[in-house]
């Protein structure tokens, strides 16, 4: 009889022990997935959000263009790091899905916006900002150059101003839910543009074109829907 009830004890005993740990290692993963997106948020919060108007026009020799260029799953955008990070100046981000090799990864690209020395090569840092993505998609809320409606579009090439929003959606290979965001673009209403004369400097050279005609709303409307989309 006592050895029925010590067996029985044990049993119990284990069987709460692997409950305690089951539900710990679930803990330790939610806190993990939460972790990931706070810092893929962090990142375009910080720095996308605060993305400068600048004119491109020392890369290609000929060419001025909106330094902010964007397709379906790559970025490029002009911002600051904050006073007390070590790199000073514009700096050129890059954001690029990498499904080359496995696992396929979010890669963000830093380096200075102007040219320090002519001829020479702006230093390049790469840092990858998630691992395991099995999906990433990217698009722009503001005016279309070929229909001149305000709507989403899976590129921006070529514009004058920088879009009204961006949104970014991202999928990992081990599952999960991970909603849209949707980042709003600080000055995308003014097309203003600073050139600062390149590596030599100069004065400052402003352009002011026409403040784009979406309303505030529409915008608003449109990430409502959006998220309101992806939650269903």
Same mark, same amino acid.
């Given at each position: ?13 284990? +069987? ?8 710990? =290692?679930? /803990? =330790?993963?939610?806190?993990? $997935?939460?972790?990931?997106?706070? *810092? ?20 290609? &020799? /000929? ?18 790091? #904050? ?15 990498? $499904?080359?090799?496995? &696992? ?12 320090? *020395?002519?001829?020479?090569?702006? #230093? %390049? ?16 809320? +503001? =005016? ?18 920088? &879009? %009204? ?9 081990? +599952? ?12 995308? $209403? ?12 100069? =004065? ?19 990430? $409502? ?8």
């Amino acid at each position: 009889m006592a050895m029925s009830l010590l067996s029985v004890m044990v049993a119990l005993l284990f +069987g709460t022990l692997k409950i305690s740990a089951d539900s710990w =290692e679930s /803990g =330790e993963k939610k806190i993990t $997935d939460v972790n990931e997106i706070a *810092v893929v948020y962090n990142f375009f919060q910080r720095h996308l959000v605060d993305s400068k108007p600048l004119l491109d026009d020392f890369t290609e &020799p /000929g060419v001025s263009a909106l330094a902010f260029q964007g397709d379906v799953q790559s970025l490029r955008f002009v911002s600051h790091f #904050p006073a007390s990070a070590e790199r000073a100046g514009a700096q050129l981000f890059t954001v690029k899905y990498q $499904d080359e090799v496995e &696992p396929a990864s979010l890669v963000v690209g830093i380096s200075p916006f102007y040219p320090l *020395v002519e001829g020479v090569q702006r #230093p %390049k840092e790469e840092v990858t900002l998630i691992k395991g993505v099995s999906r990433f998609e990217l698009a722009y809320f +503001g =005016e279309s150059p070929e229909t001149g409606q305000i709507a989403w579009q899976d590129h921006w090439h070529g514009q004058e101003t920088l &879009p %009204k929003m961006v949104r970014v959606k991202i999928s990992l290979a081990k +599952g999960g839910f991970w909603p849209a965001m949707v980042f709003p673009i600080k000055i995308s $209403d003014t097309a203003v543009f600073f050139n600062l004369g390149g590596a030599g400097g100069g =004065e400052n050279e402003e352009e002011e074109g026409g403040a784009m005609d979406a309303d505030e709303d529409d915008g608003q409307d449109m990430m $409502d829907e959006d998220l309101g989309a992806d939650e269903e």
